[in-house]
């Protein structure tokens, strides 16, 4: 079956420092969903994207589509604190499941 | 506005009771899903279900029974409480294709 892998799997940085988290799948992606987890809480969805190649942006996020479309990134610039948290990348490809499978996530902790 | 809640929040209980989690969605969506979070694994899947009457098994089911007789709710039962099912569990609602929307989950102990 599909497989996502993200990596790493824990990430430290010190504030004000850039972050980047991967994820690859091991089949070509209709689109993929990046979800965010505080500590404590659950996780929250963050941004999809659909097509070959795609960046977007959301502030000090930047998020991209590989051309293949197996594989994608998430970039942090200048962390802060409240971007504390477990990011998690997962793949939809229409399958079973609803056809999205998730990333184990990338912790990122921040060092003040 | 719409919602997805679960309850309990947390939850103590004895190896071999019987457990049910509740979910309960007012987005309307068709499918709902069952996920537990445990340190290194992520989230897994349990169980899922587009619509009613109808129910999946995900990656790791034993153990894990659902039903879905209306839209809106899953109810997750434990059917024998194992140690190893102490966890964290997440309820989710979407249409297909689009993105999860979480319940605030239950933390459930197994002793």
């Known amino acids: 079956g599909q497989q996502v892998m993200q990596i790493p799997q824990y990430q430290h940085v010190q504030e004000g420092e850039d972050f980047t988290t991967y994820c690859n799948s091991s089949?070509?992606?209709?689109?993929i969903q990046w979800y965010k987890q505080r500590p404590g809480g659950h996780p929250v969805f963050l941004i999809q994207?659909?097509?070959?190649?795609e960046v977007k942006k959301q502030k000090r996020l930047t998020f991209q589509f590989g051309e293949a479309k197996k594989n994608s990134s998430l970039h942090i610039t200048a962390t802060q604190t409240t971007d504390v948290g477990t990011y998690f990348c997962?793949?939809?490809?229409?399958?079973?499941?609803?056809?999205?499978?998730f990333g184990k996530g990338t912790h990122l902790i921040i060092q003040p | 506005d719409a919602e997805i809640t679960q309850s309990p929040r947390h939850k103590i209980t004895e190896t071999g009771r019987q457990v049910t989690l509740a979910c309960h969605q007012t987005?309307?969506?068709?499918?709902m899903f069952w996920y537990r979070q445990d340190l290194g694994h992520g989230l897994r899947l349990i169980h899922y279900?587009?619509?009613?009457?109808?129910?999946n098994k995900g990656e790791v089911s034993d153990g894990y029974s659902v039903s879905r007789s209306n839209t809106e709710d899953l109810p997750l039962t434990l059917e024998s409480a194992a140690s190893s099912q102490t966890s964290v569990y997440f309820c989710?609602?979407?249409?297909?294709?689009?993105?999860?929307?979480f319940g605030d989950g239950t933390r459930l102990s197994i002793l």
């Open positions: 994207l659909v097509k070959s190649g």
């Open positions: 997962a793949g939809y490809s229409g399958g079973g499941a609803d056809g999205l499978t």
């Open positions: 989710a609602s979407s249409e297909s294709g689009f993105p999860q929307h």
């Open positions: 279900s587009y619509g009613v009457q109808d129910t």
């Open positions: 987005w309307n969506h068709n499918n």
């Open positions: 089949t070509t992606l209709s689109n």
